[in-house]
C-alpha cells in the first residue's frame, strides 16, 4: 500500500497530476478543484493516497485531507460505484456537504455530479446512511471517517466560526478546512474558537 506521495510537480492534466520522485514520475489521480491553490508545474506537494490494483492497470489516487481519502473508499465501497465515480463526487462536493447529505439521505445532492444518475445517487444513500447518521461534527460522523472522538466533540459550534474565521483571513477551501480540522484535532475536546484560531494560524505560520 502507497500511505502518502510526497515530491515535485511535473506536470499538471485535466484530472490528474504527473509526480516526480527521485527521478520517477507517478501520474497521480485527484480532485483537483479542492486543491487549493491550483497545482503549478514545479510546486512541491505531498498528497495522501489510494492505489488501485487491476489486472489491466495500476491506478494511484490522491488527496490533499484525508477526509477525502477516507470518503472515496467509502464510495468505492458501494455496489456499482467505481473508482472514477467516486472521484467525481469527491472532485465535486466538499467532504463535509457529502457527509451530511448521507447523513440526512439526501440523494439529490449527488445527482449534480456528472455521471451520477438517480438511482446511483439513491443506491449511495441507502448504502452509507447507517455510517454517516448522526449530524456532522459528532463523534460517529468523524469517527467513520477517521478521526478521534476527541476531534469530533471539538467540531460543532467552534468549528463553524473557525472556519468563517480563516476564510475571513484568506484561508479558503481546502487549505482553510486543513487547518481547522488539524487545529480542532491537536486542542481536543472543549476547545473554544479563540483557542482553535490561535492553534490553526500557529499551523499556516509553520507552513
Not at 500511505?3 to 499538471?12: K, L, M, R
Not at 483537483?32 to 508545474?41: C, H
Not at 488501485?52 to 477516507?70: I, K, M, N
Request: contains cysteine.
Amino acid at each position: 500500500m502507497i500511505a502518502f506521495i510526497h515530491g515535485q510537480i511535473y506536470a499538471v492534466n485535466e484530472d490528474s497530476l504527473i509526480i516526480e520522485v527521485s527521478g520517477l514520475g507517478f501520474q497521480v489521480l485527484a480532485p483537483l478543484k479542492f486543491l487549493n491553490p491550483r497545482p503549478q508545474v514545479g510546486q512541491e506537494i505531498m498528497l495522501h493516497t489510494h492505489l488501485q490494483v487491476r489486472e489491466d492497470s495500476w491506478q494511484l489516487f490522491g488527496f490533499a485531507q484525508e477526509e477525502q481519502l477516507a470518503l472515496f473508499r467509502h464510495l468505492l465501497a458501494v455496489s456499482g460505484i467505481g473508482a472514477k465515480t467516486a472521484l467525481a463526487i469527491v472532485d465535486n462536493i466538499s467532504a463535509e456537504a457529502i457527509t451530511r447529505a448521507l447523513a440526512e439521505g439526501n440523494a439529490d445532492l449527488f445527482c449534480k455530479v456528472p455521471g451520477v444518475g438517480k438511482k446511483t445517487a439513491q443506491r449511495l444513500v441507502v448504502d452509507l446512511k447507517d455510517k454517516f447518521a448522526l449530524p456532522y461534527g459528532q463523534s460517529g460522523v468523524g469517527e467513520s471517517l477517521g478521526f478521534s472522538a476527541a476531534l469530533g466533540a471539538a467540531l460543532p459550534s467552534a468549528y463553524g466560526d473557525l472556519l468563517a474565521a480563516l476564510e475571513q483571513l484568506g484561508y479558503r477551501g481546502a487549505e482553510g478546512r486543513a487547518l481547522a480540522l488539524q487545529a480542532a484535532k491537536n486542542l481536543g475536546e472543549g476547545a473554544q474558537s479563540a483557542q482553535l484560531l490561535q492553534e490553526a494560524l500557529k499551523l499556516a505560520a509553520q507552513g
